[in-house]
């Protein structure tokens, strides 16, 4: 167990659609990053958020959009939702580095969407 | 160009073998570091081992150990005693920079391991 919780774990939409994925990093991690996992793709940086703030951004569509709260806990925002959106969607969780750290990202099992 | 390269998209393994996994990383920053991550079919990201740029050593970790030639630019993942629970897709990634609060990583598309009985 990562430390990493994702909701939800499934979901099955309609094309058009919008939906929201939640993450609750690893108690004490300040970043907060998207991937996003499809077979034709791999593994693709979406964006990262450290302490509430907008960090990185990576491939992510203008349809999709993301936030991190007070409390750390992210959401993942996809709308206008196409066939090709079906994907594994990753939440990982770092902290700064405090000396030994080595930067490792913590996944948590992901949502899987599919749109249909 | 590919940051991340993982030239075998297969492998087979005969169980209690090792077995190398390729990767070989493309950056001008001085400063980054390497990661393998192991995919099993459940679909979780589970890592398995760094190496930092300046780490004169080859990191292990278990039955794990990253053969790391800078001058290559190549961080080979080397499993040994292979077992049948190694059976998974395995990432190489990269992180490029020091680590101050970026650790953004990029993946390399992957070797699936099957490790035969």
């Known amino acids: 167990d990562s430390g990493v919780t994702q909701t939800p774990k499934h979901l099955i939409t309609a094309t058009g659609q919008r939906v929201t994925l939640r993450c609750s990093p690893r108690?004490?991690?300040?970043?907060v990053y998207w991937y996003q996992q499809s077979l034709d793709q791999g593994l693709q940086f979406l964006i990262q958020?450290?302490?509430?703030?907008?960090?990185a951004k990576g491939n992510i569509l203008e349809r999709f959009s993301a936030q991190q709260f007070p409390d750390l806990h992210s959401e993942l925002n996809l709308s206008s939702l196409e066939l090709g959106d079906s994907a594994l969607y990753f939440c990982?969780?770092?902290?700064?580095?405090?000396?030994?750290?080595?930067?490792?990202?913590?996944f948590g099992e992901g949502s899987r969407l599919t749109v249909l | 160009a590919q940051k991340i390269t993982q030239t075998q998209p297969g492998m087979f393994v005969q169980e209690k073998e090792a077995v190398t996994l390729d990767c070989t990383y493309d950056?001008?920053?001085?400063?980054?570091?390497l990661f393998w991550y192991k995919q099993p079919s459940s679909g979780e990201m589970i890592f398995l081992i760094y190496?930092?740029?300046?780490?004169?050593q080859n990191a292990t970790e278990g039955r794990y150990s990253l053969n790391f030639q800078k001058a290559r630019k190549s961080a080979n993942l080397v499993i040994s005693a292979s077992q049948l629970g190694d059976s998974a897709m395995y990432f190489c990634?990269?992180?490029?920079?020091?680590?101050?609060?970026?650790?953004?990583?990029?993946f390399g598309t992957g070797t699936r391991l099957t490790i035969i009985p």
């Open positions: 990982a969780s770092s902290y700064r580095a405090r000396g030994g750290n080595t930067g490792e990202l913590f």
């Open positions: 190496q930092g740029s300046y780490d004169q």
């Open positions: 990634a990269m992180r490029e920079g020091p680590n101050f609060g970026n650790e953004k990583l990029t």
């Open positions: 950056t001008s920053d001085p400063s980054y570091g």
């Open positions: 108690s004490g991690d300040l970043s």
């Open positions: 958020y450290y302490n509430g703030e907008e960090r």
